[in-house]
C-alpha cells in the first residue's frame, strides 16, 4: 500500500509562488501515476497536474503555463510548482496515486495524502 505525505503550501498574494512536495512509501513513484488534485470549499475535486513513468505529464487548462509537474524517482518524491497564482487557485491539494496509468478522474485513484492549503490573496 502505498502512504503519500504532502508538504508546502501556505498563504500567497496573488503573482506569488508556492511549491508542494509529495514523498511516497516504497519505490512507487515511476510506476504509479502521480497526480494533484484540488478542492476549493463547495466545489468538486479537480485534477490539476499529474506524471507518470518517464515523464509523461498532463495540466488541467487552468494551470498551464503556470504550474509544473516534476518527479525525483530517487527520493520517491513529486512535486508541483505554482507560479503566478491566482486568487481561484486558492484550494486544499492533494496527491494521489494509481498504478500504471493516469486519469483526470479523482474516482480513479486510491492512494491520496492528507492534503495541505493554499490560499492566495487578491
Known amino acids: 500500500q502505498v502512504q503519500l505525505v504532502e508538504s508546502g503550501g501556505g498563504s500567497v498574494q496573488a503573482g506569488g509562488s508556492l511549491n508542494l512536495s509529495c514523498t511516497a512509501s516504497?519505490?512507487?513513484?515511476?510506476?504509479?501515476?502521480m497526480g494533484w488534485f484540488r478542492q476549493a470549499p463547495g466545489k468538486e475535486r479537480e485534477g490539476v497536474a499529474s506524471?507518470?513513468?518517464?515523464?509523461?505529464?498532463s495540466y488541467a487548462d487552468s494551470v498551464k503555463g503556470r504550474f509544473t509537474i516534476s518527479q525525483d524517482n530517487a527520493e520517491n518524491t513529486v512535486y508541483l510548482d505554482m507560479n503566478t497564482l491566482k486568487p481561484e487557485d486558492t484550494a486544499k491539494y492533494y496527491c494521489?496515486?494509481?498504478?500504471?496509468?493516469?486519469?483526470?478522474?479523482?474516482?480513479?485513484?486510491?492512494?491520496w495524502g492528507q492534503g495541505t492549503q493554499v490560499t492566495v490573496f487578491p
Open positions: 516504497g519505490s512507487t513513484s515511476s510506476t504509479y501515476c
Open positions: 506524471i507518470v513513468g518517464g515523464g509523461t505529464i
Open positions: 494521489a496515486a494509481r498504478p500504471i496509468s493516469c486519469s483526470p478522474s479523482p474516482n480513479e485513484y486510491n492512494e
